[in-house]
């Protein structure tokens, strides 16, 4: 599947975004997108470059949480040979690569504080020096940054230059998560499976059934887009019948009974006895106050813990019989016992 360049949504909130960047496109200024992870950061930063004058020189891109911070330094100013063990030749930095033309930050909020010093000089008075060299080295660049964090709160917290952030907001573009994007789901979600279904060669496109449009708008879309295009890729490519309406959604791929069951680890005197696998804190509270009826009290108690353990463990009774201590036997004679093995 080709790289996504165009916009698709019709929400007033994301048409406003989109309209905003193209507005300051046209600015030789910095711009900070701002955004969930998903919601089409980098779009936007791409953007902002191809309706810039500078659409016709380089467009650099730089995701500074992939550099270790020993080394995000040299590579967005370049170094010379011999600046640190391994640098045997010259090489030139991000901000000589986009000289004339735009560099895109991304995850600018996990820059390290030596390097946003060094940024702030280079946005202010369009100079680098390269890690080892003693002359600086001006360049033409626009910066347009990308994060998900709060910037100004980050500032708050010493954990961001002020003044470096009173440098790159010229403008401010927040990215409106898809919950909020009234009408753009189900847009969304049909032009990503007509995408699909031709892509499995299907001779039609059948559409979403009442049940999957209605699990669309009712899931909260941490991921936002992206996660929107891998539920309905899912979805298509999972689907029997082309001929019939897509109806089913998976919104976690790795649900299953059979998953792997995460334990913390303790040390051998905080082990619990084997009756006492289940997590305390998932266990349901102790019944307060008086009790007159002690065997029924504890048999509630009992049938709650059986309950909630068994919809944790999605109703699988192998899993759910390890969390408790028991054997497959004694957890079918408990469900039983309670009306709970329908």
């Given at each position: 599947m080709e790289r996504e360049t165009q916009f698709i949504g019709q929400s007033a909130a994301f048409q406003d975004a989109v309209e905003r960047a193209s507005q300051a496109a046209t600015l030789d200024r910095p711009v900070l997108v701002i955004g969930e992870r998903g919601t089409g950061k980098e779009l936007i930063a791409e953007r902002l470059h191809r309706l810039s004058t500078r659409w016709d020189k380089p467009y650099v891109i730089l995701n500074c949480a992939a550099m270790p911070e020993t080394l995000i330094e040299a590579e967005l100013f370049g170094h010379e040979a011999g600046a640190f063990t391994g640098a045997t030749r010259s090489r030139a930095g991000r901000f000589e690569e986009a000289d004339g033309g735009t560099?895109?930050?991304d995850e600018l909020a996990t820059m390290s504080s030596g390097a946003q010093e060094r940024l702030l000089r280079a946005v202010e008075y369009g100079e680098i020096t390269r890690v080892g060299a003693s002359r600086p080295t001006r360049v033409d660049?626009?910066?347009v940054?990308?994060?998900?964090?709060?910037?100004?709160?980050?500032?708050?917290?010493?954990r961001f230059r002020a003044d470096l952030l009173d440098r790159l907001s010229f403008e401010v573009i927040t990215l409106p998560p898809l919950r909020a994007?009234?009408?753009?789901?189900?847009v969304l979600a049909t032009y990503f499976g007509q995408r699909m279904a031709a892509v499995l060669g299907w001779d039609e496109w059948p559409g979403f059934g009442p049940r999957a449009l209605a699990a669309m708008e009712g899931h909260d879309w941490p991921g936002n887009v992206r996660e929107l295009r891998n539920v309905i890729e899912r979805a298509i490519y999972r689907w029997a019948d082309p001929e019939r309406p897509v109806d089913a959604l998976t919104f976690d791929p790795f649900a299953s009974p059979w998953q792997p069951v995460v334990r913390k680890p303790e040390s051998k005197a905080d082990s619990p006895?084997?009756?006492a696998m289940i997590d305390a804190a998932a266990a349901p509270a102790v019944p307060s106050g008086p009790v007159s009826d002690l065997r029924a009290a504890v048999d509630g108690y009992e049938k709650q813990i059986l309950a909630d353990t068994m919809a944790r463990c999605r109703y699988?009774?192998?899993?759910?019989?390890?969390?408790?201590?028991?054997?497959?036997?004694q957890i079918r004679h408990a469900l039983k016992k309670h009306g709970l093995n329908q």
């Open positions: 560099l895109f930050l660049v626009r910066i940054a990308a994060t998900n964090e709060h910037l100004p709160a980050l500032v708050e917290q010493n994007r009234e009408g753009d789901i189900e006895a084997p009756s699988n009774q192998k899993v759910a019989a390890e969390a408790l201590g028991l054997s497959y036997d």
